[in-house]
């Protein structure tokens, strides 16, 4: 027999005593970002009601839910990219490592170092593998001299699995890569930062099975040292890769717990429905 | 619960559970035939029960090749997974009911032209229907999603362990009373044991209605009754010997 | 989802006649659609292979120039050592040239013969000497350029000789004199019978030397065409008739005071020529007289002339000459024109279109700038010039005519374009870059600079040489702001007062002198030429550079 969790999930309090009967690595206790009454307006719209939401380290996160439910909205309050977006108010409380990212005194340029973003459409710059690359490095002055940058390239490179595929040709153009290898070295690109948090959406919806199966892969690898967070459309992506998993819909966090839990015995009707394919 | 966007699965997982249901009254039918062929020591019942088995066998295959190919074409979530493992469970439950009672019925076969002793006839009648009546409830509860029900079926298992107790002690005592009962005696035996087996099975499946009702197993210890394991039988005095008897 | 009437579905017969004349129609409709393009585009190609063609037929003359090679006697005489550009190598020209023909020698003949050379034969004999004063004593041969009305002649645009009677003159002649037994021959020479009244009033019987015979002549040519006052009727008769008549009534006075019927009165010399079945020719009055033309003919015969490629047409600036007008000061003006434009557009309209695309929010206020620049692009270009009359010239006092203020006005009339263009490849630049260097925290100014604005630089290159192109063209704010001067020299600096080339055309094709017909062809097929070569170069860019995401 599995070993099931049978607490209701109401609050974060709960989700925390979930968390404590698996394995440590993917407990909330040790979260790296927590998210606390987060809710987001554009203009007059609301478009997240009051979010909590511990992301461990060590582990992925998976936010799943149908379209428009959010989901995106939240990931991208994570790295502050909603900034960007005219109209957009954050209310709530997100921390990194108990750093209130969106306190006065935070810029958000270098929040975005700390918290790597991948986005959905594979997007290196129109440079040399090795430029794109290093181009995070330099703006952030993380190496000083010729060799240091080479340095972090290639194990930035290495660490996304793309190393071994591109190390004779660091000097083309990172477009001409496959769409697998495009989006492994915006992955790269990354981690070249050294962020603390990697945000990922849908970062495989744009990729053919194979590709997308590296990715999974690799993100498993990055899991050892990164908190990851990642959006994405496939239940079965999110039961595949991550530890966590939120369900999101129309703003609100429906249900939030380990993965397994999550898709074989969810708490809610709503996330019942969705998962199994009844939604509507 | 509302239903499948896609209506072919809706339309698969509801042809997976008139299979079981279908596999459950079949597994009846051969439970009742065995103690009916038992009491009335009717060999032509015995041997219908023995036909009814290949029936459930091939249902179990079926069961069992329609959910794999329902769990690698639709790849089920949550509730939808859930029912589909049950389902499998389900049916290799039944598939052994069938079994045993299968085994019964040979059984019945085998002492039919012996006498049998009226009062233990009685005992294994009764435990007999009883887990009959389990079964009945069992399919019920599966049927109806029912696990109050099913909860029910489980506690009440312990009813039937008491009650295949006493008739061990009992057809102990008849084979240590008389060594000429010991033959039908231990076909009566393995019969009453195979009827009891019936009665876990039934549990079996009220645990796995549980599950899928609630997503998680039985958290408390069932009541256990069977005790056979460690009963020793105090030997009586030979009073044949003395031919008091 | 699907629903269940999906099941009474009437399946369409797709081999049915009638459906067979719907695919028909189709496909007609779609054959007529491509027509009308063709069409289209046929006439377009038409109209352009048509214009460029007159302009070719009309300027391609203009790029040759007739010129003599004539030996020039350069007399120490005349040309004194220590002051070489005083001397007066007028004189040189006019005897040099003057030794090809020895019969010409009154100094009036010598004057007309000089005109068939350039006037500036003699500056380009002076510049000779300057550069080689040893050369003074000796006879040195030099190839001269013709002056326009002989260079026109030389490339056959213009004939020697004209016809003298228009066909109307001629068809009065036959119907109201020859036809009516009129003219007739006497001793060579076509005369007309004309009934005269030789009236006393002018004729008085004790002086008829001083009568008017001349108003006499004139009442009997109006009786011959009566009711018709039309020009020319008069040049019929040659000037001699007046005479013919005075010598008749001297001989006859007892005709005075009547009417002499079928008097024989010599006509003009071309109807002679015409009744006597010949052509009737008058020299081209644009040459000259029959002198010129006779001097001309021995020119070619001797086999001095020659029509080389014009270097003129680009190395001299403006003259009043046609044969001496170039088109340098115009090239240079509209350069640096150009230059000025470029500078101040360039700059501002990138930085304005980066900061409306990047960081202006988006409320009313960025909307009215938007609109408003997309409504400058739509201003008539004059008023732009106006503006930079009333404020450059008035307001600044720049200087008029120069360069930097046509590149200015230029600037205001390129602006928007350049925005316009630069917005629009900056909104090309797909948003997925811009979120990448977010990403990783570039900030918004590195985002711009290192991504943004060197994936839209093809774009913005190739609206920017459009946009100069579009200026280059430009001529009405340049006539505002007096850039159409005319200036002899090529400007140096961007304050001298200068010419830019739609000017240059404007100006040229006001010229009356039939040269300057073939050089405002000229003239456009040049500024079309560096039109096509800048839009060759925006082409250029965008392939070499334009990126596929």
Same mark, same amino acid.
């Given at each position: 027999?599995?070993?099931?969790?049978?607490?209701?999930?109401?609050?974060?309090?709960?989700?925390?005593?979930?968390g404590?009967?698996t394995?440590a690595?993917s407990?909330?206790?040790?979260?790296?970002?927590?998210?606390?009454?987060?809710?987001?307006?554009?203009g007059a719209?609301?478009?997240?009601?009051?979010v909590?939401?511990d992301?461990p380290?060590?582990a992925?996160?998976?936010?799943?839910?149908?379209?428009?439910c959010?989901?995106?909205?939240?990931?991208r309050?994570?790295?502050?990219?909603?900034?960007?977006?005219?109209g957009?108010?954050?209310?709530?409380q997100i921390t990194?490592?108990s750093?209130?990212?969106?306190?006065?005194?935070v810029?958000?340029?270098q929040?975005?170092?700390?918290?790597?973003m991948?986005?959905?459409?594979p997007?290196?710059f129109?440079?040399s593998?090795?430029e794109n690359?290093a181009?995070?490095p330099?703006i952030?002055?993380?190496?000083r001299t010729?060799?240091e940058?080479?340095?972090?390239?290639?194990?930035s490179?290495?660490k996304?699995?793309?190393?071994?595929?591109?190390k004779?040709?660091?000097?083309?153009a990172?477009?001409?890569l496959?769409?697998?290898q495009q989006?492994r070295?915006?992955?790269?690109?990354?981690?070249?930062?050294?962020?603390?948090?990697?945000?990922?959406?849908?970062p495989?919806?744009?990729l053919d099975?194979?590709?997308?199966?590296k990715?999974e892969?690799l993100?498993d690898?990055l899991?050892q040292?990164?908190?990851?967070?990642?959006?994405?459309?496939?239940m079965q992506?999110?039961?595949r890769?991550s530890?966590r998993?939120a369900f999101?819909?129309?703003?609100i966090l429906v249900?939030?717990?380990?993965?397994?839990q999550?898709?074989?015995n969810?708490?809610?009707n709503?996330?019942q429905?969705y998962i199994?394919?009844r939604?509507? | 619960?509302s239903?499948?966007i896609?209506?072919a699965?809706?339309?698969?997982?509801?042809?997976?559970d008139?299979?079981i249901?279908k596999?459950g009254?079949?597994?009846e039918?051969a439970l009742?035939?065995?103690?009916?062929a038992?009491d009335?020591?009717?060999?032509e019942i015995?041997e219908q029960?023995?036909r009814?088995?290949?029936?459930?066998?091939?249902?179990?295959?079926?069961?069992?090749?329609?959910?794999?190919?329902?769990?690698?074409?639709?790849?089920?979530?949550a509730l939808?997974?859930?029912?589909i493992?049950?389902?499998?469970?389900?049916a290799?439950?039944?598939e052994?009911?069938?079994?045993?009672?299968?085994?019964?019925a040979k059984r019945?076969?085998a002492v039919?032209?012996?006498p049998?002793p009226?009062?233990?006839?009685l005992?294994?009648?009764?435990?007999?229907l009883?887990?009959l009546?389990q079964?009945?409830n069992?399919?019920?509860?599966?049927?109806?999603?029912d696990?109050?029900?099913?909860?029910?079926?489980?506690?009440r298992d312990?009813r039937?362990?008491?009650m295949?107790?006493?008739l061990?002690?009992e057809?102990?005592?008849?084979m240590?009373?008389?060594?000429?009962?010991?033959g039908?005696c231990?076909?009566?035996l393995?019969g009453?044991?195979n009827i009891e087996r019936?009665g876990d099975h039934?549990?079996?499946i009220a645990?796995?209605?549980?599950y899928?009702?609630?997503?998680?197993?039985?958290s408390?210890?069932?009541p256990?009754g069977d005790?056979?394991s460690?009963?020793?039988?105090?030997f009586?005095?030979l009073?044949?010997?003395?031919g008091?008897? | 989802m699907?629903?269940?009437t999906a099941?009474?579905?009437?399946l369409?017969?797709w081999s049915?006649?009638?459906?067979?004349?719907?695919?028909?129609?189709?496909?007609?409709?779609?054959?007529r659609l491509?027509?009308?393009?063709?069409?289209?585009?046929?006439?377009?190609?038409?109209?352009l292979?048509?214009?460029?063609?007159?302009l070719?037929?009309s300027?391609?003359?203009?790029?040759f120039q007739?010129?003599?090679?004539?030996?020039f006697?350069?007399?120490?005489?005349?040309?004194d050592?220590?002051?070489?550009?005083?001397?007066?190598y007028?004189?040189?020209v006019?005897?040099?040239?003057?030794?090809?023909f020895?019969?010409?020698t009154?100094?009036?003949q010598k004057?007309?013969l000089q005109k068939?050379?350039s006037?500036?034969v003699?500056?380009?004999l002076?510049?000779?000497?300057?550069?080689n004063?040893?050369?003074i004593?000796?006879?040195?041969?030099?190839?001269?350029?013709l002056?326009?009305?002989f260079?026109q002649?030389?490339?056959g645009?213009?004939?020697?000789?004209?016809?003298?009677?228009?066909?109307?003159?001629?068809?009065?002649?036959?119907n109201r004199?020859k036809?009516r037994?009129?003219i007739?021959?006497?001793?060579?020479r076509t005369?007309?019978?004309?009934n005269?009244?030789i009236?006393?009033?002018?004729?008085?019987a004790?002086n008829?030397?001083g009568?008017?015979?001349q108003?006499?002549?004139t009442?009997g040519?109006?009786?011959?065409?009566?009711g018709?006052?039309?020009?020319g009727i008069?040049?019929?008769?040659?000037?001699?008739?007046a005479?013919?008549?005075?010598?008749?009534?001297i001989?006859n006075?007892?005709s005075?005071?009547k009417t002499?019927?079928?008097?024989?009165?010599p006509?003009s010399?071309?109807?002679?020529?015409l009744?006597k079945g010949?052509?009737p020719l008058?020299?081209?009055?644009?040459v000259g007289?029959e002198?010129e033309i006779?001097w001309?003919?021995?020119l070619?015969?001797?086999?001095?002339?020659?029509?080389?490629?014009?270097?003129?047409?680009?190395?001299?600036?403006?003259?009043r000459?046609?044969e001496q007008?170039?088109?340098?000061?115009?090239i240079v003006?509209s350069?640096?024109?150009?230059?000025?434009?470029?500078l101040?557009?360039?700059?501002?309209g990138i930085?304005a279109?980066?900061?409306?695309e990047?960081?202006?929010p988006?409320?009313?206020?960025t909307?009215?700038?938007?609109v408003?620049?997309?409504n400058?692009?739509?201003v008539?270009?004059?008023v732009?010039?106006?503006l930079?009359?009333?404020?450059?010239?008035?307001?600044?006092?720049l200087p008029?005519s120069a360069p930097?203020?046509g590149?200015?006005?230029?600037?205001l009339?390129t602006? %928007?374009t350049?925005? /316009?263009a630069?917005? &629009?490849a900056?909104k !090309?630049?797909?948003?997925? $870059?811009?979120? +990448? #260097?977010?990403?990783?925290?570039?900030?918004?100014?590195?985002?711009v600079?290192?991504?943004?604005?060197p994936?839209?630089?093809?774009?913005i290159?190739?609206?920017?040489?459009?946009?100069?192109?579009?200026?280059l063209g430009e001529?009405? %704010?340049?006539?505002? /702001?007096g850039m159409? &001067?005319?200036i002899? !020299?090529?400007p140096?600096? $961007?304050?001298? +007062? #200068?010419t830019?080339?739609?000017?240059?055309?404007?100006?040229?094709?006001?010229?009356?002198?039939?040269g300057?017909?073939?050089?405002?062809?000229?003239a456009i097929?040049?500024l079309?030429?560096?039109l096509v070569?800048m839009?060759g170069?925006?082409?250029?860019?965008?392939q070499?550079f334009?990126?596929?995401?």
């Amino acid at each position: 027999m599995m070993q099931m969790q049978t607490t209701m999930t109401e609050g974060a309090d709960v989700t925390a005593a979930v968390g404590s009967r698996t394995s440590a690595s993917s407990t909330a206790n040790d979260a790296i970002m927590r998210a606390r009454q987060v809710s987001v307006f554009y203009g007059a719209k609301q478009a997240l009601f009051d979010v909590n939401l511990d992301m461990p380290g060590k582990a992925v996160t998976a936010l799943i839910g149908p379209s428009g439910c959010g989901k995106s909205t939240f990931l991208r309050c994570l790295n502050r990219m909603n900034d960007t977006i005219e109209g957009a108010r954050v209310t709530g409380q997100i921390t990194i490592e108990s750093d209130d990212i969106y306190a006065p005194h935070v810029d958000p340029v270098q929040l975005r170092a700390r918290v790597g973003m991948v986005f959905q459409k594979p997007n290196p710059f129109p440079k040399s593998i090795f430029e794109n690359v290093a181009y995070g490095p330099r703006i952030h002055g993380l190496a000083r001299t010729k060799s240091e940058l080479e340095e972090i390239v290639v194990t930035s490179l290495q660490k996304a699995g793309l190393f071994n595929e591109v190390k004779d040709r660091l000097h083309d153009a990172g477009t001409g890569l496959s769409g697998g290898q495009q989006q492994r070295l915006c992955i790269a690109r990354a981690i070249a930062v050294s962020p603390e948090v990697i945000l990922m959406d849908e970062p495989c919806s744009a990729l053919d099975p194979i590709a997308t199966a590296k990715i999974e892969e690799l993100m498993d690898e990055l899991r050892q040292n990164y908190c990851i967070v990642i959006v994405t459309h496939s239940m079965q992506q999110a039961a595949r890769v991550s530890q966590r998993t939120a369900f999101f819909h129309l703003g609100i966090l429906v249900e939030e717990g380990e993965t397994s839990q999550i898709f074989t015995n969810p708490k809610d009707n709503r996330t019942q429905d969705y998962i199994t394919g009844r939604f509507g | 619960m509302s239903e499948h966007i896609v209506k072919a699965f809706e339309d698969e997982l509801k042809a997976l559970d008139s299979q079981i249901a279908k596999m459950g009254g079949l597994a009846e039918e051969a439970l009742g035939r065995a103690i009916l062929a038992l009491d009335r020591r009717d060999p032509e019942i015995a041997e219908q029960a023995i036909r009814d088995d290949k029936a459930i066998d091939d249902l179990e295959r079926l069961v069992e090749e329609q959910a794999i190919s329902i769990i690698a074409r639709r790849q089920p979530m949550a509730l939808d997974l859930r029912q589909i493992v049950t389902a499998i469970r389900v049916a290799s439950d039944l598939e052994r009911i069938g079994d045993l009672s299968k085994n019964i019925a040979k059984r019945a076969l085998a002492v039919a032209a012996e006498p049998h002793p009226k009062q233990v006839m009685l005992g294994i009648k009764h435990i007999g229907l009883s887990a009959l009546e389990q079964l009945k409830n069992v399919l019920n509860a599966y049927s109806s999603r029912d696990a109050d029900k099913a909860m029910k079926v489980w506690l009440r298992d312990e009813r039937i362990d008491n009650m295949y107790n006493s008739l061990f002690r009992e057809l102990l005592t008849y084979m240590m009373e008389d060594p000429r009962n010991i033959g039908i005696c231990t076909h009566l035996l393995f019969g009453a044991k195979n009827i009891e087996r019936i009665g876990d099975h039934a549990t079996n499946i009220a645990e796995t209605i549980h599950y899928l009702v609630h997503g998680a197993a039985i958290s408390e210890d069932r009541p256990k009754g069977d005790v056979t394991s460690y009963t020793i039988v105090e030997f009586p005095e030979l009073h044949w010997k003395n031919g008091k008897d | 989802m699907t629903d269940a009437t999906a099941n009474s579905v009437k399946l369409h017969n797709w081999s049915s006649e009638a459906n067979a004349a719907r695919i028909r129609s189709r496909y007609a409709a779609d054959r007529r659609l491509q027509i009308y393009g063709i069409a289209a585009i046929s006439s377009a190609i038409l109209v352009l292979a048509i214009l460029i063609g007159s302009l070719v037929m009309s300027g391609a003359s203009a790029f040759f120039q007739t010129k003599a090679s004539v030996e020039f006697y350069l007399d120490p005489a005349v040309i004194d050592k220590d002051d070489i550009n005083n001397a007066n190598y007028r004189k040189i020209v006019t005897d040099s040239f003057a030794k090809l023909f020895p019969e010409v020698t009154t100094p009036r003949q010598k004057t007309e013969l000089q005109k068939i050379l350039s006037t500036e034969v003699r500056f380009t004999l002076r510049d000779y000497v300057a550069a080689n004063p040893g050369a003074i004593g000796s006879t040195v041969r030099l190839t001269v350029p013709l002056s326009d009305p002989f260079d026109q002649l030389y490339k056959g645009v213009i004939p020697p000789r004209l016809d003298a009677l228009s066909a109307q003159e001629k068809a009065r002649f036959e119907n109201r004199l020859k036809n009516r037994g009129l003219i007739d021959i006497v001793d060579g020479r076509t005369v007309a019978k004309v009934n005269l009244y030789i009236d006393p009033a002018k004729v008085p019987a004790d002086n008829i030397g001083g009568g008017n015979f001349q108003a006499i002549l004139t009442e009997g040519i109006d009786a011959l065409f009566p009711g018709q006052r039309i020009a020319g009727i008069y040049a019929m008769f040659d000037d001699g008739a007046a005479e013919v008549i005075k010598q008749y009534v001297i001989s006859n006075p007892g005709s005075i005071g009547k009417t002499v019927e079928n008097l024989a009165v010599p006509v003009s010399k071309p109807y002679d020529t015409l009744n006597k079945g010949e052509r009737p020719l008058i020299p081209n009055p644009r040459v000259g007289g029959e002198n010129e033309i006779a001097w001309f003919e021995r020119l070619q015969n001797l086999n001095v002339l020659s029509s080389p490629f014009s270097t003129e047409l680009f190395l001299n600036a403006n003259s009043r000459f046609p044969e001496q007008a170039g088109l340098s000061g115009a090239i240079v003006g509209s350069f640096y024109a150009l230059l000025v434009c470029f500078l101040i557009s360039f700059p501002t309209g990138i930085a304005a279109a980066v900061y409306l695309e990047e960081f202006a929010p988006k409320n009313r206020w960025t909307d009215l700038i938007e609109v408003n620049i997309n409504n400058l692009a739509a201003v008539p270009s004059i008023v732009f010039g106006l503006l930079g009359l009333a404020v450059f010239l008035n307001l600044f006092g720049l200087p008029r005519s120069a360069p930097l203020v046509g590149g200015m006005v230029l600037a205001l009339l390129t602006l %928007p374009t350049i925005i /316009i263009a630069t917005r &629009a490849a900056l909104k !090309s630049v797909p948003p997925s $870059i811009r979120q +990448a #260097a977010l990403g990783i925290g570039a900030s918004k100014h590195q985002v711009v600079m290192h991504h943004v604005l060197p994936l839209a630089m093809p774009g913005i290159m190739t609206g920017t040489i459009i946009g100069m192109a579009h200026a280059l063209g430009e001529t009405a %704010p340049l006539l505002l /702001i007096g850039m159409n &001067a005319f200036i002899t !020299s090529a400007p140096t600096d $961007i304050l001298e +007062a #200068a010419t830019a080339l739609p000017a240059q055309i404007y100006s040229w094709s006001d010229s009356p002198e039939r040269g300057f017909v073939a050089r405002t062809s000229a003239a456009i097929l040049v500024l079309l030429g560096f039109l096509v070569f800048m839009n060759g170069i925006a082409i250029f860019l965008r392939q070499r550079f334009e990126r596929k995401w």
